[in-house]
């Protein structure tokens, strides 16, 4: 379903409704070191020349129409691999080598804040990891309305000298750090050329399981969860499942959201310039590919975000989710304050326990009390720029009973949220700081 966004004028002719909205698919994803440094630099031992090599991967994506494919090295030949891809939503390249960070995602699915950023440590003690600018990638990933994935790419350090040994440590750490500051609550992906292997303990892999609540999807498919304690590595293309490659997908669900992975496989044999001959590789890493379903929880659902990826992200969903019994949005106490801009927002459940408020202190209070049996099924936001950022300007929120309120300025840019049928709003999602950033609501069933 595509998001609701239109002018004020228009909202009133939108009919609205999360209810029509997709509640479980399937999606894929595809990890994939393509190296692209260019031919002069490296040749990555592979037989025929970068650009045609890089082409025969382009058709590949395209004909196999992968939803979510992170690369690493798309470095020289990335124009080639775009021309000869066709996926609806791709990222723009950072540049070749020494510019970019030669990180991109091909998807068939639209995200929002997507973000570069450059690893703090880098090491050449082997290999010339300082030479480009490595690092990782942060998207919020959107199968359907409401639906996020958390998707990070990642291209670690190389090398096994100690210098190594501890950047690509520092790199997993600077990564994990930012999932616990950016993906609080959110389902992730994190797929990409790690340079890690579960026998160096030194690359210390597990702080995504650690750390994170990650699972490697290779291990539990593939070991049945068991930590390989054997370097088993794998030729290329890989010669068995239960090999070990460097490049790793991992993923954890969320209260939202269940992820379940159906399906891990190593494809390098449809990466061949010619299918009946298994050296004619086109590029020195093993491509990944996993299947997963997902299904959006019966409890707790999000509407889809607004606003800016600035300010400190917050979350309701894991203390809604750690209440003894499924939270009721009848008989909620609403309360915001705003002026030009949504400066607060906090709810309060009729448990007479739960209560949670985001945001500043400045702007003027307004509260919406709930009757009983009354919910807000019905909440719009408009977004603005305020100093080059964007933020949230105006919220209004309405109930099953007619009755609402609102604060801020409503602008041109505005997004409209319906609960599912017979659900209502029991808590936010977002980003804050001395106003609101970001804005999702959070809906429950009424009872
Ligand atoms: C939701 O609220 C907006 C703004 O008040 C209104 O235009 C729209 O008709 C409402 N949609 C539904 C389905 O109630
Ligand atoms: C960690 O993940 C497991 C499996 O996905 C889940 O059952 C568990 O609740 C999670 N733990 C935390 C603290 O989120
Ligand atoms: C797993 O995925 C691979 C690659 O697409 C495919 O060849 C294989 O049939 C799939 N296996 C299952 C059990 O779905
Ligand atoms: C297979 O491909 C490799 C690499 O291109 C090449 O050297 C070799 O001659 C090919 N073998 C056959 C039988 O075509
Ligand atoms: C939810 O419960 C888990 C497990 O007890 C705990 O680790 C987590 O901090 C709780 N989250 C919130 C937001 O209360």
């Known amino acids: 379903m595509a998001p609701l966004r239109c002018s004020p004028l228009a909202l009133l002719a939108v009919a609205a409704s999360a209810a029509g909205a997709a509640a479980d698919g399937t999606f894929n994803v595809v990890s994939f070191n393509v190296a692209g440094l260019p031919e002069i630099l490296q040749n990555n031992g592979e037989s025929g020349d970068k650009t045609t090599n890089t082409a025969l991967i382009g058709q590949k994506f395209a004909e196999q129409g992968f939803d979510l494919i992170h690369v690493q090295e798309d470095f020289n030949y990335h124009a080639t691999?775009?021309?000869?891809?066709?996926?609806?939503?791709?990222t723009a390249t950072s540049g070749g080598a020494a510019i970019g960070s030669g990180l991109n995602s091909l998807s068939n699915y639209d995200w929002r804040d997507f973000t570069r950023i450059k690893w703090d440590t880098c090491s050449d003690a082997s290999g010339s990891d300082c030479l480009t600018p490595k690092g990782f990638t942060y998207m919020r990933w959107r199968l359907a309305e409401g639906v996020?994935?958390?998707?990070?790419?990642?291209?670690?350090?190389?090398?096994?000298?100690?210098?190594?040994e501890s950047a690509r440590n520092a790199n997993l750490a600077q990564v994990s750090a930012y999932i616990e500051s950016t993906s609080p609550d959110a389902a992730v992906l994190v797929f990409g050329d790690t340079n890690c292997r579960y026998t160096r303990t030194a690359d210390n892999i597990d702080i995504f399981s650690n750390a994170n609540n990650l699972t490697d999807v290779w291990m539990h498919l593939k070991l049945n969860d068991v930590r390989p304690t054997v370097e088993d590595v794998c030729a290329n293309p890989a010669q068995s499942e239960t090999c070990e490659v460097v490049d790793k997908i991992f993923y954890r669900p969320s209260p939202l959201l269940s992820l379940t992975p159906t399906n891990f496989s190593y494809i390098g044999k449809l990466f061949l310039s010619d299918p009946t001959n298994s050296s004619s590789t086109l590029s020195d890493h093993n491509p990944l590919y996993a299947d997963f379903a997902w299904a959006a929880s019966s409890t707790l659902r999000s509407s889809d975000f607004l606003g800016g990826p600035h300010g400190t992200a917050f979350s309701d969903v894991g203390?809604?989710?750690?209440?003894?019994?499924?939270?009721?949005?009848?008989?909620?106490?609403?309360?915001?304050?705003?002026?030009?801009?949504?400066?607060?927002?906090?709810?309060?459940?009729?448990?007479?326990?739960?209560?949670?408020?985001?945001?500043?202190?400045?702007?003027?209070?307004?509260?919406?009390?709930?009757?009983?049996?009354?919910?807000?099924?019905?909440?719009?936001?408009?977004?603005?720029?305020?100093?080059?950022?964007?933020?949230?300007?105006?919220?209004?929120?309405?109930?099953?009973?007619?009755?609402?309120?609102?604060?801020?300025?409503?602008?041109?840019?505005?997004?409209?949220?319906?609960?599912?049928?017979?659900?209502?709003?029991?808590?936010?999602?977002?980003?804050?700081?001395?106003?609101?950033?970001?804005?999702?609501?959070?809906?429950?069933?009424?009872?």
């Not at 996020?148 to 190594?164: K, P, Q, R, S």
């Not at 307004?366 to 807000?376: K, R």
Request: net charge negative; charged share 15%.
């Open 81 to 90: 691999l775009y021309e000869y891809d066709n996926h609806a939503y791709r």
């Open 319 to 447: 203390a809604l989710a750690n209440l003894s019994s499924s939270p009721s949005p009848a008989g909620a106490t609403l309360s915001f304050s705003g002026a030009e801009r949504l400066d607060a927002v906090g709810i309060a459940l009729a448990d007479g326990t739960t209560s949670f408020s985001h945001g500043g202190s400045g702007g003027t209070a307004v509260s919406l009390v709930m009757g009983s049996g009354e919910y807000v099924n019905n909440v719009t936001l408009c977004q603005d720029k305020y100093n080059d950022h964007t933020r949230i300007f105006y919220l209004e929120a309405t109930t099953n009973g007619g009755n609402s309120a609102s604060t801020g300025t409503i602008g041109s840019d505005c997004l409209v949220s319906v609960a599912p049928e017979g659900w209502g709003l029991v808590g936010f999602w977002g980003r804050d700081g001395d106003e609101v950033d970001m804005l999702a609501a959070i809906w429950a069933p009424a009872s």
């Open 148 to 164: 996020y994935v958390d998707a990070y790419n990642l291209h670690a350090d190389a090398g096994t000298e100690d210098d190594d």
